[in-house]
């Protein structure tokens, strides 16, 4: 399969599972409409620029646009600046330091659940008394 092919293809596949309209892909990335329906017809390829505004509208990878083995991945956001900085340094860490931050972060995780799940029991009126009490302790402890 060549290029044009494989990106038209996968253009018109990521803006629809998007649900997205071509007029309102165009809306969203500034390009215009008629450009937009000759890439998904595989007529032209978008330079750099306009790959950059389409990954972005659609939260994809520029992998799954030009590349055949590359799969449909949408791209995370993290809203936290300091968290999606600290992601990269995470990555740099060695193999026994992003075992112990992951360890940490998923028992922060299981805490945080634990404590949105007690105060749903709590909230239906279930053991009111000692769900309370087993937070404070948790927390505190």
Known sequence: MDLKTLFSQRLKNARQKKELTQEKLSQL???NQNV???YE???ILPGADNIQKLIIALEITADY???PQA???EVPHVKDPDLYQSYFVLETLGKKERESALFLLN???AQQ???ELANSLESKGKSKGKVK???SQQTTG
Do not use: D, M, R
Request: charged share 10%; no cysteine; aromatic share 4%.
């Open 29 to 31: 990335t500034g390009i």
């Open 36 to 38: 937009i329906s000759k």
């Open 41 to 43: 017809q595989g007529v």
């Open 65 to 67: 646009l030009l590349l």
């Open 71 to 73: 799969s449909l991945k």
């Open 107 to 109: 028992s922060i995780i």
């Open 113 to 115: 659940k634990f404590i």
């Open 133 to 135: 009490n087993s937070i």
